[in-house]
């Protein structure tokens, strides 16, 4: 008996005697064209002339009941795929994994050393071709290990096609947009990642080192979209750079979220030529917390383009989206504050895009670290009525019914400060931040978060005083204002004036507690400045509700 008689009698008899509600198979990839299945629905990856390649092995994983794994072997050499034309639709469970020719899962904090062996290349395909498609009935798939690169679509899409039969797809450890050896850019012309039509519980990246993927689209294509599904998460990625996390390539956008519900964008590294994060009318409770925007895994500057606009942008197109939150940060700025810099526009701008839009009674901006831009930190705009464009200017009362706080004094290790217009009975946290220098138009940003307060008003007044460590000389001191009347009902002011700091002693604490200043950017006094606030940490207390 012939060694290829041999395999198909294995198979029949494996369809023999398996259950008919599924067949757990493994179909093991070893040529590197993309010749179709000899005989689809048997149950072996077999083509002419021999051997299974990944088109084959997709098209008898879609053809019967699953879970299945598609393993690949070429020895442990690298190896590319090359793609005339789009690949089956996977519509079975199934686990795809790369690491199956000899790669290993990356396993550094801070990096990204996996040796991925196996790319799929979308070169010379047709207009529109995308890469790896997961459609309904693929939930619960997985995909590890390969890079995907040049197609003219994206490279990996995870579509419901606005039915419910798609969840929980996993998209972890890849390269998408970038060659085997993570640093050499072959872009996907439609982006990396492209998540919709009510897709579930998606999932990119992770908490573990091994779950990082790193991500670069085109210069005029988002690294991961996220239009219409809801409960995605976006975890722990290297987006819009090279392996390292500190060089910037390509990618015009790292993030696109719109009528969606329950997205995470969480703890990545985030470069891009245009914007970081776009979160667009008609999302609901999305985070964007812990991540690195503009700023490289070591610090580099990662925007990439000297015209960008802003790190982090959100609009309400949608007159229904009331009363659906955004909250960037939280009042746990150790562990959720993001770091935001080096874009031209603004840190965070938030703009009211229609006349018919709901007012912003959604948007929390806490605990971050915002820095180094050409516009303002924190920039609240109501284009469809021109207000809140003037430099200094109280954002309109669509966009926030919260005014800058005012700082009144700064004495050695305390900030006073007012607030007044502000909300009537409703608590209002403020924070201080600190900065190496003042924006160039006198209202800063807020490099380095140092505490908070959180008071009752009296009639629509507040004044108070938030102990602050020793700083350099030099150092200048902003705030914000926030205020949370109903759940999900959020506000939030821009960043006050700056004011200079004042060297001298420490405040004595009026109570325990602190949280921890998050990263500092910048130059070397603020570097000095993150020290003395690190050693000052069991001093310093935080009034909250």
Same mark, same amino acid.
């Given at each position: 008996?012939?060694?290829?008689?041999?395999r198909?009698?294995?198979?029949?008899?494996?369809?023999?005697?398996?259950?008919?509600?599924?067949?757990?198979?493994t179909?093991?990839?070893?040529?590197a064209d993309d010749?179709l299945d000899?005989s689809?629905?048997?149950?072996?990856?077999?083509?002419l002339?021999g051997?299974?390649?990944?088109?084959?092995?997709?098209?008898?994983?879609?053809?019967?009941p699953g879970?299945?794994t598609?393993?690949?072997?070429?020895?442990?050499?690298p190896?590319?795929?090359?793609?005339?034309?789009s690949?089956?639709?996977?519509?079975r469970?199934?686990?795809?994994?790369?690491?199956t020719?000899?790669?290993?899962p990356?396993?550094?904090?801070?990096?990204?050393?996996?040796?991925? %062996? =196996?790319r799929?290349?979308?070169?010379?395909s047709?207009?529109?071709?995308? +890469?790896?498609?997961?459609?309904?009935?693929?939930s619960?798939?997985v995909l590890r290990?390969?890079a995907?690169?040049?197609?003219?679509g994206?490279a990996?899409v995870?579509?419901?096609?606005?039915?419910?039969?798609?969840?929980?797809?996993?998209?972890a450890g890849?390269f998408f947009?970038?060659?085997?050896? +993570?640093t050499?850019?072959l872009a996907?012309?439609?982006?990396?990642?492209?998540?919709?039509?009510?897709?579930?519980?998606?999932?990119?990246?992770?908490?573990a080192?091994a779950?990082?993927n790193?991500?670069?689209?085109?210069?005029?294509?988002?690294?991961i979209?996220?239009i219409?599904?809801?409960?995605?998460? =976006?975890?722990?990625?290297?987006?819009?750079?090279?392996r390292?996390?500190?060089?910037?390539?390509g990618?015009?956008?790292?993030?696109?979220?719109?009528?969606?519900?329950n997205?995470g964008?969480?703890?990545?590294?985030?470069?891009?030529?245009?914007i970081?994060?776009?979160?667009?009318?008609?999302?609901?409770?999305?985070?964007v917390r812990?991540?690195?925007?503009?700023?490289?895994? +070591?610090?580099a500057?990662?925007?990439?383009?000297?015209g960008?606009?802003?790190?982090?942008y959100?609009?309400?197109?949608?007159?229904?989206?009331?009363?659906?939150?955004?909250?960037?940060?939280?009042v746990?700025?150790?562990a959720?504050?993001n770091t935001i810099?080096?874009w031209?526009?603004?840190?965070v *701008?938030?703009?009211?895009? %229609?006349?018919?839009?709901?007012?912003f009674t959604f948007?929390?901006?806490?605990?971050?670290?915002? +820095?180094?831009?050409?516009?303002?930190?924190i920039?609240?705009v109501d284009t469809?009525t021109?207000?809140?464009?003037?430099?200094?200017?109280?954002a309109?009362?669509?966009?926030?019914?919260m005014? *800058?706080?005012?700082?009144?004094?700064?004495?050695?290790g305390?900030?006073?400060?007012?607030?007044?217009?502000?909300?009537?009975?409703l608590?209002?946290?403020f924070?201080v931040?600190?900065s190496?220098?003042c924006?160039?138009?006198g209202w800063?940003g807020?490099?380095t978060?140092?505490?908070?307060?959180s008071?009752a008003?009296n009639?629509?007044l507040?004044?108070?005083?938030?102990p602050?460590?020793?700083?350099?000389?030099?150092?200048?001191?902003?705030?914000?204002?926030?205020?949370d009347?109903n759940?999900?009902?959020?506000? %939030?002011?821009?960043?006050?004036?700056c004011?200079?700091?004042?060297?001298g002693p420490?405040?004595?604490?009026?109570?325990p507690?602190?949280?921890?200043?998050?990263?500092?950017?910048?130059?070397?006094g603020?570097g000095?400045?993150?020290?003395?606030?690190?050693?000052w940490?069991?001093?310093?207390? *935080? *009034?909250?509700d």
């Amino acid at each position: 008996m012939t060694h290829k008689t041999s395999r198909i009698a294995l198979a029949c008899a494996a369809l023999l005697l398996a259950p008919a509600a599924s067949w757990a198979a493994t179909f093991t990839v070893d040529r590197a064209d993309d010749a179709l299945d000899h005989s689809l629905g048997d149950g072996l990856c077999y083509v002419l002339g021999g051997g299974c390649t990944l088109r084959a092995a997709i098209e008898q994983a879609s053809a019967l009941p699953g879970p299945h794994t598609i393993a690949f072997d070429f020895g442990g050499a690298p190896t590319t795929i090359s793609v005339g034309s789009s690949l089956p639709e996977i519509t079975r469970q199934v686990t795809i994994d790369g690491y199956t020719n000899g790669g290993t899962p990356n396993s550094a904090a801070t990096g990204n050393n996996a040796v991925i %062996t =196996v790319r799929i290349d979308g070169f010379g395909s047709s207009m529109g071709t995308h +890469g790896l498609r997961f459609h309904p009935g693929a939930s619960q798939s997985v995909l590890r290990g390969v890079a995907v690169t040049r197609f003219p679509g994206g490279a990996v899409v995870v579509n419901a096609q606005g039915g419910s039969n798609l969840a929980d797809v996993t998209l972890a450890g890849n390269f998408f947009g970038l060659d085997l050896d +993570g640093t050499t850019p072959l872009a996907n012309d439609g982006g990396a990642v492209q998540i919709g039509n009510e897709a579930l519980r998606t999932t990119v990246g992770g908490s573990a080192a091994a779950d990082r993927n790193v991500i670069v689209a085109s210069a005029s294509a988002v690294g991961i979209s996220v239009i219409g599904s809801d409960w995605t998460r =976006v975890a722990g990625n290297y987006i819009g750079t090279d392996r390292t996390g500190n060089v910037p390539l390509g990618t015009q956008g790292g993030v696109y979220v719109a009528s969606a519900r329950n997205v995470g964008v969480e703890g990545n590294v985030i470069g891009a030529r245009d914007i970081g994060v776009t979160i667009d009318g008609g999302t609901q409770d999305t985070w964007v917390r812990a991540n690195r925007i503009g700023v490289g895994a +070591g610090g580099a500057n990662i925007v990439g383009a000297p015209g960008s606009r802003h790190g982090v942008y959100v609009t309400n197109g949608s007159s229904a989206q009331s009363p659906y939150t955004t909250r960037i940060g939280s009042v746990n700025a150790a562990a959720d504050g993001n770091t935001i810099a080096h874009w031209q526009g603004n840190g965070v *701008r938030a703009e009211r895009l %229609t006349a018919n839009a709901s007012k912003f009674t959604f948007l929390s901006i806490l605990g971050n670290s915002i +820095g180094d831009t050409g516009g303002e930190g924190i920039e609240l705009v109501d284009t469809a009525t021109g207000q809140g464009t003037a430099p200094g200017s109280r954002a309109p009362s669509t966009m926030s019914h919260m005014p *800058r706080p005012v700082i009144t004094s700064v004495a050695p290790g305390v900030v006073n400060f007012t607030l007044s217009g502000g909300p009537v009975d409703l608590p209002v946290r403020f924070e201080v931040f600190a900065s190496p220098a003042c924006h160039a138009g006198g209202w800063g940003g807020g490099s380095t978060y140092l505490g908070s307060a959180s008071l009752a008003d009296n009639a629509g007044l507040y004044s108070g005083s938030i102990p602050v460590p020793a700083l350099p000389a030099g150092t200048v001191l902003t705030m914000t204002a926030s205020g949370d009347s109903n759940p999900g009902q959020l506000s %939030t002011s821009e960043f006050s004036q700056c004011a200079a700091a004042v060297a001298g002693p420490v405040a004595p604490p009026a109570g325990p507690g602190g949280a921890a200043p998050i990263p500092v950017l910048g130059p070397v006094g603020l570097g000095l400045l993150s020290a003395v606030v690190a050693g000052w940490g069991a001093l310093r207390r *935080r *009034r909250e509700d």
